[in-house]
């Protein structure tokens, strides 16, 4: 089993940054691949990025490429978001998500084990 601990959200206003922390413990004898999901309200699960298990590639959702970095700690047991130029519409919780292989990352139901999640709003 895996276990996973989102911290680091918060409020901030439009412009600014946040880094949400992903604490991984459990079976972190693997690498897994990890995702960042985020669901605002009344809106379905959307996936924000991605990093694979070695940290050598990562993938990011259009609407976030350029302001949102996926990294992973020096002990690979920690992945990181940084949030840059944060904007209203970032506003959601956020879910970091983990899977065995690096495909398919961009689907949420193809994530194995999951967070609690972590509310980020954005003021205008």
């Known amino acids: 089993q895996v276990q996973l601990v989102e911290s680091g959200g918060g409020l901030v206003q439009a412009g600014g940054s946040l880094r949400l922390s992903c604490a991984v413990s459990?079976?972190?004898?693997?690498?897994?691949?990890m995702g960042w999901f985020r669901q605002a309200p009344g809106k379905e699960r959307e996936f924000v990025g991605a990093?694979?298990?070695?940290?050598?590639?990562?993938d990011y959702a259009d609407s976030v490429k350029g302001r949102f970095t996926i990294s992973r700690g020096n002990a690979k047991n920690t992945v990181y978001l940084q949030m840059n130029s944060l904007k209203p519409e970032d506003t959601a919780v956020y879910y970091c998500?983990?899977?065995?292989?690096?495909?398919?990352?961009?689907?949420?139901?193809?994530?194995?084990?999951w967070g609690q999640g972590t509310q980020v709003t954005v003021s205008s």
């Open positions: 459990g079976r972190t004898n693997s690498r897994y691949a």
């Open positions: 990093i694979s298990g070695s940290g050598g590639r990562t």
């Open positions: 998500a983990a899977k065995m292989v690096y495909v398919a990352i961009q689907y949420w139901d193809n994530y194995e084990y």
